[in-house]
T-cell receptor
Framework: QKEVEQNSGPLSVPEGAIASLNCTYSDRGSQSFFWYRQYSGKSPELIMF????GDKEDGRFTAQLNKASQYVSLLIRDSQPSDSATYLCAGYSGAGSYQLTFGKGTKLSVIP | DTGVSQDPRHKITKRGQNVTFRCDPISEHNRLYWYRQTLGQGPEFLTY????????KSRLLSDRFSAERPKGSFSTLEIQRTEQGDSAMYLCASSFTSGRSYEQYFGPGTRLTVT
């Protein structure tokens, strides 16, 4: 069974600090990974995707993928109180399957 | 460019009743997905369509659940004989078929409460 694991948190960081969110996955065939932000009571919002080993940066966000270690991470620089949300990691297995497998999410709190 | 829309946003129904939800994807997207999310969990895949063809279904999709996308545009998800365990947020997403990463964009969801 394909699984995506995340630390449920909560992860608390002070405003302006770097928040580091981690995710591991069990399916070695997984090819593409996504980070979604979900505010309480709202639907998931796509913030980053990555499919190559290494880093991908977009503004204050950096996604990192290590396929050998089956590890994905999201760094949020200069964290703001508005970043307080649950962050969901998800992956595609490829091989003709287009369903996303999600982790349970990590709740991030940015303390002013 | 409008995003994915879902209707209704909230539905309260009594156990045993049938309910139907609608999803309108982003207009250029030809893949449409349904997920279900319960409190404290990530979304769970239910089914997806490419154009009007239903190509993949989860075993979570019992015979009380049916989904259609008759003209390859909007989709409906029907739950027959609802049970209290069906209470959840039902999420619709859409994506392109081309490209490498097929990123999925979610609608606002329909929150179902079965009493």
């Amino acid at each position: 069974q394909k699984e995506v694991e995340q630390n449920s948190g909560p992860l608390s960081v002070p405003e302006g600090a770097i928040a580091s969110l981690n995710c591991t996955y069990s399916d070695r065939g997984s090819q593409s990974f996504f980070w979604y932000r979900q505010y309480s009571g709202k639907s998931p919002e796509l913030i980053m995707f990555i499919y190559s080993n290494g880093d991908k940066e977009d503004g204050r966000f950096t996604a990192q993928l290590n396929k050998a270690s089956q590890y994905v991470s999201l760094l949020i620089r200069d964290s703001q109180p508005s970043d307080s949300a649950t962050y969901l990691c998800a992956g595609y297995s490829g091989a003709g399957s287009y369903q996303l497998t999600f982790g349970k999410g990590t709740k991030l709190s940015v303390i002013p | 460019d409008t995003g994915v829309s879902q209707d209704p946003r909230h539905k309260i129904t009594k156990r045993g009743q049938n309910v139907t939800f609608r999803c309108d994807p982003i207009s250029e997207h030809n893949r449409l997905y349904w997920y279900r999310q319960t409190l404290g969990q990530g979304p769970e895949f239910l089914t997806y369509f490419q154009n009007e063809a239903q190509l993949e279904k989860s075993r979570l999709l019992s015979d009380r659940f049916s989904a259609e996308r008759p003209k390859g545009s909007f989709s409906t998800l029907e739950i027959q004989r609802t049970e209290q365990g069906d209470s959840a947020m039902y999420l619709c997403a859409s994506s392109f078929t081309s490209g490498r990463s097929y990123e999925q964009y979610f609608g606002p969801g329909t929150r179902l409460t079965v009493t």
